[in-house]
């Protein structure tokens, strides 16, 4: 009766051992912004395709990023990833003949923002677990946010939500001779219909004790749609470098 008792126990116990395994970062994202972006009204029928520097007058920004992965040891059944990336920007700018929505050949002094929120969910599987790692799988994204462009008498918006799927790889080298420093790849990517969406980042991971450490490494977004918003188009890219503390349990 024993044996029967503590042999379930024991596999339970082992399974949340392998449960509780996983990975947790937060970071800053230090992102300068490049491209273009416009907004047409259906009855205007015209806009302004502005640069994201020299007419908005944005520059670098810094946001949050965070990161965490649960990983199991049952077959055929994916790990997970969850993450979240804001970027958000804001400027002022003399603009001439500036169209957007509502404001149309606006000559004058204009202030605008963007906000943007990444909530990613990544089922993927580990392909190779050791020195060398690697994974692949599949990201669900949920893209929402904003642009606002305000002038001292008018002001338009456009907000803008959608699901994107994309393709997920990560590559982690760690060296052989030590546990404590490791390389890694990561990516996110997609091109359909209206829209190209990717974003990657190269990363150099120093970890002290108890799985606790550092990273940093460079982060590129892009996003390429004409499909977010009706008479939304954008051509944008926020790159830079982050750093993060991570707990790899």
Known sequence: MTKYILLPLLSLHLLYADFSGGEVS???????????????????????SADLEDTLGWSNAQDLVFKAYIEHPLPFIPNVKLGYTQLSHDGTQNVTLFSWGDI????????SALS???????????????????????????????IDSTTPVQRAQ???SSWVPMFY????????????ISLQAELNAISYSDITLYDYEISARYTFMMGLGLEAGY???????????????SDMDFKGFYGAIVWDF
């Open 169 to 180: 790889a990560k590559t982690r080298f760690n060296f052989p001779t030590t546990d404590d």
């Open 219 to 233: 982060k590129v977004i892009h996003i390429d749609s004409d499909d977010l918003n009706s008479g939304l188009k």
């Open 26 to 48: 937060l970071g800053v994202f230090s992102h300068a912004p490049s491209g273009q972006a416009s907004y047409t009204l259906p009855l205007t029928g015209t806009a302004t």
């Open 158 to 160: 456009v907000n803008f």
């Open 116 to 146: 943007i929120n990444m909530t990613d969910i990544t089922f993927y599987y580990e392909l190779l677990d050791n020195w060398v790692e690697i994974d692949a799988g599949l990201t669900a994204r949920y893209l929402s946010g904003d």
């Open 104 to 111: 149309i050949d606006f000559t004058g002094t204009l202030e």
